[in-house]
């Protein structure tokens, strides 16, 4: 239906007569062929370079520094290292305290009374580590350590969770000794 309009044969018309007789437009092809060929190229280059030098970073530990990471400034000595100090023992013990818990919902519970009372402290202002910038930067370290410690004991809970009910389930059945 469509291929009786007039304009359309006429389109095509003109492209089977300029397509294979003109020799401007077969140096045209040939010359966008050799351009799309050179930017092809210049892009796989760029993309095995790249690759290569981050895989030679990965392997032997050399390379450009990942974007974001900076080197952590010193903290002045004082009220503030102390309770940094404090705050990651208090996420260690709690990281220990959930390790024995069966379900998620369990292990979250422990792991946030672990954390007092040091965190409860932080919680409740006028806290040393707001003075700086890099007192700020490492607080803000512990915060995440903090953070992932709690993913870490619910995920751990969750998978050993199972393996510790079967355990003691064995060791309920066991038959009393001589």
Excluded at 22 to 29: E, N
Aim: hydrophobic residues 45%; aromatic residues 6%; neutral net charge.
């Amino acid at each position: 239906m469509f291929s009786s309009l007039p304009s359309e044969r006429r389109a095509r018309q003109w492209l089977v007569e300029i397509s294979e007789d003109d020799p401007h437009i077969v140096a045209a092809r040939k010359r966008g062929s050799r351009y799309l060929t050179i930017v092809f190229g210049a892009f796989a280059i760029a993309f095995i370079v790249i690759s290569v030098a981050e895989l030679i970073g990965a392997v032997f530990g050399v390379g450009l520094p990942i974007a974001g990471v900076t080197a952590p400034s010193n903290l002045p000595a004082g009220s503030c290292v102390e309770r940094l100090k404090e705050l990651q023992a208090a996420v260690d013990r709690a990281v220990a305290s959930a390790s024995r818990a069966t379900s998620d919902d369990e292990a979250a519970a422990a792991y946030r009374r672990a954390l007092s009372p040091e965190w409860d402290e932080a919680r409740a202002g006028s806290d040393p580590c707001a003075a700086d910038a890099p007192s700020q930067d490492a607080l803000a370290a512990v915060v995440r350590l903090r953070r992932a410690g709690e993913e870490v004991a619910r995920r751990q809970a969750v998978e050993l969770g199972p393996l510790r009910q079967d355990v003691a389930a064995y060791l309920a059945r066991r038959p009393p000794s001589p």
